[in-house]
Protein backbone atom coordinates (compact mmCIF):
# COMPACT_ATOMS: atom_id res chain seq x y z
CA UNK A 1 0.00 0.00 0.00
CA UNK A 2 3.10 2.24 0.74
CA UNK A 3 3.91 2.85 -3.11
CA UNK A 4 -0.20 2.29 -4.23
CA UNK A 5 -1.92 4.42 -6.50
CA UNK A 6 -5.57 4.88 -4.94
CA UNK A 7 -8.69 6.92 -4.94
CA UNK A 8 -8.15 9.24 -1.74
CA UNK A 9 -11.46 10.32 -0.52
CA UNK A 10 -12.18 13.91 0.85
CA UNK A 11 -10.87 15.15 4.21
CA UNK A 12 -12.17 18.17 5.84
CA UNK A 13 -10.07 20.87 4.88
CA UNK A 14 -9.64 21.68 1.09
CA UNK A 15 -6.17 21.44 1.30
CA UNK A 16 -5.81 18.05 1.89
CA UNK A 17 -5.32 16.22 -1.59
CA UNK A 18 -8.29 14.01 -2.84
CA UNK A 19 -9.11 11.57 -5.56
CA UNK A 20 -6.32 10.08 -7.54
CA UNK A 21 -3.27 9.90 -4.94
CA UNK A 22 0.01 7.73 -5.27
CA UNK A 23 1.94 7.00 -1.82
CA UNK A 24 5.50 7.40 -1.72
CA UNK A 25 6.08 5.50 1.22
CA UNK A 26 4.50 5.69 4.92
CA UNK A 27 4.49 9.80 4.34
CA UNK A 28 3.95 11.38 1.34
CA UNK A 29 4.55 15.13 0.81
CA UNK A 30 1.98 16.55 -1.58
CA UNK A 31 2.20 20.39 -2.37
CA UNK A 32 2.53 22.28 1.13
CA UNK A 33 0.99 19.39 2.72
CA UNK A 34 1.79 15.51 3.77
CA UNK A 35 0.02 12.26 4.00
CA UNK A 36 0.55 9.84 6.68
CA UNK A 37 -0.32 6.30 6.84
CA UNK A 38 -0.78 5.26 10.35
CA UNK A 39 -2.47 2.34 12.21
CA UNK A 40 -3.86 -0.25 9.99
CA UNK A 41 -6.46 -3.20 10.71
CA UNK A 42 -7.42 -6.11 8.48
CA UNK A 43 -11.27 -6.84 8.56
CA UNK A 44 -13.13 -8.60 6.35
CA UNK A 45 -15.79 -6.26 5.35
CA UNK A 46 -17.19 -7.79 2.41
CA UNK A 47 -17.35 -11.51 4.12
CA UNK A 48 -15.51 -12.98 1.23
CA UNK A 49 -13.16 -14.56 3.28
CA UNK A 50 -10.32 -12.03 2.60
CA UNK A 51 -9.39 -9.38 4.82
CA UNK A 52 -9.09 -5.62 3.28
CA UNK A 53 -6.79 -2.94 5.10
CA UNK A 54 -8.37 -0.31 7.17
CA UNK A 55 -6.18 2.79 7.68
CA UNK A 56 -6.19 5.62 9.41
CA UNK A 57 -4.45 8.54 7.40
CA UNK A 58 -3.70 12.27 8.66
CA UNK A 59 -2.88 15.43 6.73
CA UNK A 60 -2.42 18.50 8.48
CA UNK A 61 -4.70 18.36 11.58
CA UNK A 62 -7.08 15.89 9.41
CA UNK A 63 -7.94 12.22 9.69
CA UNK A 64 -10.07 9.68 8.07
CA UNK A 65 -10.20 5.78 8.16
CA UNK A 66 -10.13 4.28 5.07
CA UNK A 67 -10.75 0.80 3.79
CA UNK A 68 -8.79 -0.79 0.96
CA UNK A 69 -9.13 -3.96 -1.24
CA UNK A 70 -7.05 -5.44 -4.07
CA UNK A 71 -8.83 -5.92 -7.56
CA UNK A 72 -8.06 -9.71 -9.20
CA UNK A 73 -4.62 -7.94 -10.45
CA UNK A 74 -3.58 -7.25 -7.55
CA UNK A 75 -3.72 -3.43 -7.57
CA UNK A 76 -4.86 -1.40 -4.59
CA UNK A 77 -8.37 -0.56 -4.91
CA UNK A 78 -10.24 1.67 -2.62
CA UNK A 79 -13.61 0.23 -0.57
CA UNK A 80 -14.58 3.45 1.28
CA UNK A 81 -14.18 6.00 3.61
CA UNK A 82 -15.12 5.07 7.22
CA UNK A 83 -15.20 8.16 9.27
CA UNK A 84 -13.42 11.47 9.31
CA UNK A 85 -12.77 14.41 10.89
CA UNK A 86 -15.15 17.21 11.16
CA UNK A 87 -17.56 18.87 13.09
CA UNK A 88 -17.49 17.22 16.39
CA UNK A 89 -14.94 14.48 16.18
CA UNK A 90 -11.67 16.35 15.70
CA UNK A 91 -9.73 13.08 16.36
CA UNK A 92 -8.63 9.87 15.49
CA UNK A 93 -6.62 7.51 17.60
CA UNK A 94 -6.75 3.98 16.61
CA UNK A 95 -8.39 1.50 14.68
CA UNK A 96 -9.46 -2.06 15.17
CA UNK A 97 -10.85 -5.20 13.09
CA UNK A 98 -14.21 -6.57 14.97
CA UNK A 99 -14.91 -9.90 12.23
CA UNK A 100 -16.41 -7.56 9.21
CA UNK A 101 -16.50 -4.70 11.06
CA UNK A 102 -14.46 -1.59 11.68
CA UNK A 103 -13.95 -0.27 15.02
CA UNK A 104 -12.35 3.48 15.12
CA UNK A 105 -11.55 5.21 18.58
CA UNK A 106 -12.20 9.21 18.16
CA UNK A 107 -11.83 12.06 20.30
CA UNK A 108 -13.72 15.45 20.89
CA UNK A 109 -10.49 17.10 20.86
CA UNK A 110 -6.96 15.96 19.50
CA UNK A 111 -5.28 15.95 23.00
CA UNK A 112 -1.38 16.54 21.47
CA UNK A 113 0.20 19.34 19.36
CA UNK A 114 -0.56 22.01 21.82
CA UNK A 115 -3.97 20.14 23.37
CA UNK A 116 -3.56 18.43 26.76
CA UNK A 117 -3.71 14.53 26.73
CA UNK A 118 -6.56 15.20 29.61
CA UNK A 119 -8.74 17.32 27.70
CA UNK A 120 -10.32 15.20 24.54
CA UNK A 121 -13.13 11.93 25.70
CA UNK A 122 -12.43 9.10 23.86
CA UNK A 123 -15.30 6.88 22.11
CA UNK A 124 -15.10 3.76 20.17
CA UNK A 125 -17.75 3.50 17.36
CA UNK A 126 -18.13 0.71 15.26
CA UNK A 127 -19.04 0.79 10.89
CA UNK A 128 -20.19 -1.69 8.89
CA UNK A 129 -19.95 -1.95 4.95
CA UNK A 130 -23.42 -1.97 3.55
CA UNK A 131 -22.15 -2.71 -0.01
CA UNK A 132 -22.31 0.89 -0.84
CA UNK A 133 -20.46 2.37 1.78
CA UNK A 134 -19.70 2.35 5.72
CA UNK A 135 -22.50 2.67 8.25
CA UNK A 136 -21.93 3.29 12.26
CA UNK A 137 -24.08 0.14 13.66
CA UNK A 138 -22.27 0.17 17.18
CA UNK A 139 -21.26 2.87 19.73
CA UNK A 140 -21.89 6.82 20.54
CA UNK A 141 -23.18 8.92 17.40
CA UNK A 142 -21.82 11.79 19.59
CA UNK A 143 -20.23 13.47 22.49
CA UNK A 144 -21.57 14.37 25.70
CA UNK A 145 -20.61 18.07 26.45
CA UNK A 146 -16.63 17.91 27.71
CA UNK A 147 -16.36 18.26 31.89
CA UNK A 148 -13.10 20.20 30.83
CA UNK A 149 -14.85 22.95 29.11
CA UNK A 150 -16.49 25.86 29.87
CA UNK A 151 -17.40 29.52 29.54
CA UNK A 152 -15.92 30.79 32.83
CA UNK A 153 -17.18 34.64 33.37
CA UNK A 154 -15.80 37.01 36.04
CA UNK A 155 -17.17 40.24 37.60
CA UNK A 156 -15.73 42.59 40.35
CA UNK A 157 -17.11 45.37 42.53
CA UNK A 158 -14.96 48.73 43.06
CA UNK A 159 -12.31 49.14 45.53
CA UNK A 160 -13.66 51.54 47.91
CA UNK A 161 -10.92 53.05 50.33
CA UNK A 162 -12.06 53.21 54.27
CA UNK A 163 -11.10 55.97 56.86
CA UNK A 164 -7.38 56.90 57.50
CA UNK A 165 -6.22 54.53 60.33
CA UNK A 166 -3.35 55.37 61.93
CA UNK A 167 -1.53 56.08 58.43
CA UNK A 168 -3.37 53.15 56.90
CA UNK A 169 -6.65 52.21 54.91
CA UNK A 170 -8.39 49.24 54.30
CA UNK A 171 -10.73 48.37 51.29
CA UNK A 172 -12.04 45.08 49.91
CA UNK A 173 -12.96 44.25 46.44
CA UNK A 174 -15.35 41.41 45.93
CA UNK A 175 -14.72 38.84 42.79
CA UNK A 176 -17.72 36.52 41.11
CA UNK A 177 -16.68 33.48 39.17
CA UNK A 178 -19.39 31.94 37.27
CA UNK A 179 -19.48 28.70 35.20
CA UNK A 180 -21.96 29.12 32.33
CA UNK A 181 -21.09 25.58 31.21
CA UNK A 182 -21.20 23.08 30.08
CA UNK A 183 -18.49 21.88 32.15
CA UNK A 184 -16.39 22.12 35.28
CA UNK A 185 -12.90 21.61 34.82
CA UNK A 186 -10.17 20.56 37.70
CA UNK A 187 -9.26 23.94 38.89
CA UNK A 188 -8.51 27.84 37.87
CA UNK A 189 -7.03 30.50 39.35
CA UNK A 190 -7.50 34.43 39.45
CA UNK A 191 -4.91 36.84 38.11
CA UNK A 192 -4.55 40.37 39.33
CA UNK A 193 -2.79 43.61 38.03
CA UNK A 194 -3.48 46.39 40.42
CA UNK A 195 -3.38 49.75 39.03
CA UNK A 196 -2.16 53.31 40.42
CA UNK A 197 0.44 52.50 43.47
CA UNK A 198 -1.49 49.68 45.76
CA UNK A 199 0.84 46.85 46.25
CA UNK A 200 0.96 43.56 47.59
CA UNK A 201 3.63 41.58 49.33
CA UNK A 202 4.03 37.86 50.06
CA UNK A 203 5.50 38.31 53.88
CA UNK A 204 2.21 40.50 54.95
CA UNK A 205 -0.35 38.67 52.94
CA UNK A 206 -1.54 36.90 55.38
CA UNK A 207 -2.79 39.57 57.07
CA UNK A 208 -5.28 40.58 54.38
CA UNK A 209 -8.39 38.43 53.78
CA UNK A 210 -8.96 36.31 51.31
CA UNK A 211 -5.40 35.71 49.84
CA UNK A 212 -4.84 32.62 51.40
CA UNK A 213 -2.57 29.97 48.71
CA UNK A 214 -1.84 33.35 46.73
CA UNK A 215 1.52 34.20 45.26
CA UNK A 216 2.60 37.41 44.56
CA UNK A 217 4.17 38.71 41.27
CA UNK A 218 7.91 40.09 41.27
CA UNK A 219 6.78 43.43 40.78
CA UNK A 220 4.29 42.87 43.92
CA UNK A 221 1.41 44.82 42.07
CA UNK A 222 0.27 41.60 40.18
CA UNK A 223 -0.85 38.49 42.02
CA UNK A 224 -2.17 34.78 41.38
CA UNK A 225 -4.91 32.98 43.25
CA UNK A 226 -6.45 29.54 43.09
CA UNK A 227 -9.99 29.30 42.85
CA UNK A 228 -12.59 25.73 43.10
CA UNK A 229 -14.66 25.95 39.87
CA UNK A 230 -17.96 26.45 40.68
CA UNK A 231 -20.42 24.03 39.59
CA UNK A 232 -22.16 24.39 35.54
CA UNK A 233 -24.47 27.06 36.25
CA UNK A 234 -23.36 28.67 39.76
CA UNK A 235 -21.13 31.18 40.91
CA UNK A 236 -18.47 31.68 43.87
CA UNK A 237 -18.13 35.10 45.18
CA UNK A 238 -14.52 35.43 47.41
CA UNK A 239 -13.46 39.07 49.15
CA UNK A 240 -10.26 39.83 48.70
CA UNK A 241 -8.66 42.95 51.15
CA UNK A 242 -6.10 45.56 50.48
CA UNK A 243 -3.86 48.08 52.21
CA UNK A 244 -2.66 51.13 51.51
CA UNK A 245 -0.18 53.23 53.99
CA UNK A 246 -0.84 56.53 52.70
CA UNK A 247 -3.87 58.28 51.27
CA UNK A 248 -4.57 56.91 48.18
CA UNK A 249 -5.92 58.59 45.40
CA UNK A 250 -9.03 57.28 42.90
CA UNK A 251 -9.95 56.50 39.58
CA UNK A 252 -6.77 53.75 38.81
CA UNK A 253 -8.14 50.84 36.88
CA UNK A 254 -7.27 47.18 38.20
CA UNK A 255 -7.73 44.08 36.59
CA UNK A 256 -8.81 40.31 37.63
CA UNK A 257 -8.72 37.54 35.21
CA UNK A 258 -9.92 33.80 35.19
CA UNK A 259 -8.46 31.19 33.74
CA UNK A 260 -9.66 27.51 33.58
CA UNK A 261 -6.84 24.46 34.02
CA UNK A 262 -6.94 20.69 33.39
CA UNK A 263 -5.15 18.28 35.37
CA UNK A 264 -1.93 18.77 34.15
CA UNK A 265 -2.12 22.38 34.68
CA UNK A 266 -2.61 23.11 31.16
CA UNK A 267 -5.07 25.98 29.98
CA UNK A 268 -8.77 24.58 29.93
CA UNK A 269 -10.75 25.30 26.63
CA UNK A 270 -13.18 28.35 27.10
CA UNK A 271 -15.95 28.93 24.24
CA UNK A 272 -15.92 32.77 25.28
CA UNK A 273 -13.13 34.43 26.19
CA UNK A 274 -14.64 37.82 26.07
CA UNK A 275 -15.90 37.55 29.73
CA UNK A 276 -12.86 36.06 31.05
CA UNK A 277 -11.67 39.17 32.88
CA UNK A 278 -12.94 42.80 34.05
CA UNK A 279 -11.84 45.99 35.47
CA UNK A 280 -12.60 47.33 39.41
CA UNK A 281 -11.89 51.03 39.86
CA UNK A 282 -10.20 52.34 43.52
CA UNK A 283 -12.71 55.04 44.38
Same mark, same amino acid.
Given at each position: ??????????????????????????????????????????????????????????????????????????????????????? %????????? %??????????????????????????????????????????????????????????? %????????????????????????????????????? %???????????????????????????????????????????????????????????????????????????????????????????
Amino acid at each position: MATATVDLPAWSQRACPSGRFTFHGASTRSGTVTVTIGQVAHPDVDRDGVPETAAVLTCQTEAQVVVFDRDPAGAVTTVGQVVRTGG %AVRAVFAVQ %ADGSRVSVEVGDYRGCCGESADLPQHQWRVYAWTGQGFQQVQGPTSFPPNPNVADLSVS %ASDLVWGPDNGGSQRGTVTVTVRNNGPGAPARATLAF %ALGGDTYLYQETLHELAGWDGCTVGSENTKATCPVTVPPAGQSRTLTFELRHGTIHGTGFSSTVRVTAALPDGSPAPDPNTGDNATTFVTK
